[in-house]
């Protein structure tokens, strides 16, 4: 039974992907050039959600080493 779920599971998983790549067309215009820009924005602009999202990380990290057990 499992086994035969798991190549449901699979074959879906490959039809959405194959879809995803053949039917949808984005197109990507950034709207930074450079790598000096993006860090501008990054530090500027969106300083809080970039703050926010590496406390988030940290957490996690150390939710993760407490739930695994030892820390070594």
Not at 8 to 20: D, E, G, L, P, T
Not at 27 to 39: A, D, K
Request: glycine letters at 4%.
């Amino acid at each position: 039974m499992k086994n035969k779920l798991q190549k449901i599971a699979v074959s879906v998983f490959f039809i959405i992907f194959a879809a995803n790549i053949l039917f949808i067309r984005a197109s990507f215009i950034p709207r930074t050039q450079n790598l000096f820009n993006i860090g501008k924005l990054l530090f500027s602009a969106y300083l809080v959600p970039f703050e926010l999202l590496s406390v988030i990380l940290v957490a996690s990290i150390i939710g993760v080493m407490f739930i695994a057990g030892e820390v070594k």
